[in-house]
């Protein structure tokens, strides 16, 4: 017997016994507190699928620690509507998250039938050169576990480079259009208020005009950190001032949007050849930190944001942490993670008071057209009434499927797009494009957001992502009607 297949059955053994105990210790945990049972159970799933299904198994631990941060740390928007709605929406997401695991092994086993339809192996008990075995294939398919993840091939660097500064212009313009002089919510005394006058005046032009300063960075990153070293401090400069320009707004998400999609594209493929093993490394190394970096940028620009802002909350904000930059901040990460739970469970309570209007909040995004069209439907206003004496304006994925089909409806909705999401993240995992991996790096970004909101049908942003990522995707297979000059 081989080490291979020693350590196979052993894996084989030792699994269900991991599940095992797992199970006991989250049954004694939800027997003595339902809350602390429902975040442990999201936890010790994590933890177990974490070989298997990264980014999957994050985005189920981002849901157990949103809702451990709800059970366990104060803030001045808390009631109790917050922690009995922990079991609920532990239902909502479980669906959710379990339609994703689905989604990931149907996806496999079609991608592996039609790869044994198309190459046969050469016999019963070895697999193809290159082709990973049926149990390295079942134990490893997210992009991470794989025998073998795909290397990038990105376009030729003056194509490259024409396209990233072409987004840097279409950037420079929007930002013009969208501050016409005005001082930046960034540098301005009162970011939240700046930040709303601004909304008061955007349109749909300048909004997604903006959104090329999150494109632009996630492709100049994640050239940065997997493609060849020669060029490479140009698109490290290039990361820095389409950073700066995201953050003009003074949103986090802006910065997050161009940041983590090119961190989870990097983590989930090869370096490129003429990086040294021990580069890699240290490239993996660099993307972790500036993970960490960046994530801890966010919270704490969060929390200065709120202590300079005006109104009834930041008061109660300030009076709670005081101007410590550190308790502020994780009053800033507690806000993040638990005042969309908070917000669900007080529109939970009074779901009775809003009959389903079936489908009208799931196109939030077309803003003035579908109203016309489809009549008047403000999440927004909603949610600033329940939330009283505050203004907040989120109540995670859950709230809209919820407010348009009822909570049979929103479990449905919650499965498809929980599978939806399974079948991109397997798919475009193996592909040598960085316009699918960064396609498939934005969905489960905005999969693991849902623990805020469901963004994609708030914000139109997919608008122009969209469009740029197939411009991308051309580039590196140029057709017939590319200029000759861009060929090269």
Not at 14 to 37: C, D, E, K, Q
Request: net charge positive; with cysteine.
């Amino acid at each position: 017997m081989t080490t291979t297949t020693r350590n196979t059955n052993s894996n084989r053994y030792r699994t269900p016994v991991l599940w095992a105990v797992a199970l006991a210790v989250v049954v004694a945990i939800f027997v003595w507190h339902t809350g602390f049972g429902v975040a442990a159970a999201f936890l010790a799933v994590a933890a177990l699928m974490f070989r298997g299904h990264t980014w999957l198994a994050i985005c189920t631990a981002a849901w157990g620690f949103v809702f451990l941060a709800v059970l366990t740390i104060p803030g001045p928007y808390d009631s109790p509507a917050g922690p009995a709605a922990v079991p609920i929406l532990g239902i909502y997401a479980a669906c959710f998250l379990a339609a994703w695991y689905l989604g990931r092994r149907l996806a496999a086993s079609r991608f592996r039938s039609a790869r044994s339809v198309a190459r046969p192996a050469p016999d019963a008990g070895t697999p193809p050169p290159g082709e990973p075995s049926a149990v390295e294939s079942t134990q490893g398919e997210s992009a991470q576990g794989e025998s073998a993840r795909a290397e990038l091939r990105w376009p030729s660097e003056s194509r490259l480079r024409v396209f990233v500064l072409f987004m840097l212009l279409l950037a420079l313009i929007g930002a013009a259009l969208k501050f016409r002089g005005d001082v930046p919510p960034l540098f301005a005394d009162n970011p939240d208020a700046a930040r709303e006058a601004l909304r008061l005046r955007s349109n749909l032009v300048t909004g997604l005009l903006s959104e090329f300063w999150g494109l632009g960075l996630a492709i100049s990153l994640l050239r940065a950190l997997t493609g060849r070293a020669q060029g490479r401090w140009m698109y490290v400069l290039l990361v820095v001032i389409f950073g700066f320009g995201a953050a003009l707004g003074a949103s986090k998400n802006s910065v997050l949007l161009g940041v983590v999609p090119a961190l989870v594209a990097a983590l989930s493929v090869r370096r490129s050849a003429t990086i040294s093993p021990k580069n890699r490394l240290r490239i993996s190394l660099v993307v972790v930190v500036i993970g960490a970096v960046a994530v801890g940028a966010a919270v704490f620009l969060g929390g200065q944001r709120t202590l300079a802002g005006t109104g009834q909350f930041e008061d109660q904000f300030r009076a709670q942490y005081g101007a410590s930059p550190l308790y502020a901040s994780v009053g800033s990460l507690d806000l993040s993670l638990s005042s969309s739970v908070e917000t669900f469970g007080r529109l939970w309570q009074v779901r009775e008071q809003h009959p389903p209007t079936w489908g009208r909040y799931s196109v939030t995004f077309t803003g003035s057209v579908g109203e016309r069209l489809f009549g008047p439907a403000d999440l927004y206003a909603i949610t600033a009434g329940l939330s009283k004496p505050f203004y907040m304006n989120t109540a995670t994925f859950v709230a809209i499927p919820l407010l348009d089909y009822g909570p049979i409806g929103a479990a449905l909705f919650l499965g498809l797009l929980g599978l939806c999401v399974g079948v991109v993240d397997r798919r475009l995992a193996s592909t040598w494009s960085p316009a699918h991996h960064l396609a498939r790096a934005f969905v489960i970004y905005f999969a693991t957001f849902g623990v805020y909101e469901l963004y994609p049908v708030v914000q139109p942003f997919w608008l122009a992502l969209g469009p740029g990522l197939v411009a991308l995707y051309l580039l590196s297979e140029p057709m017939r009607w590319v200029p000759a000059w861009l060929k090269r």
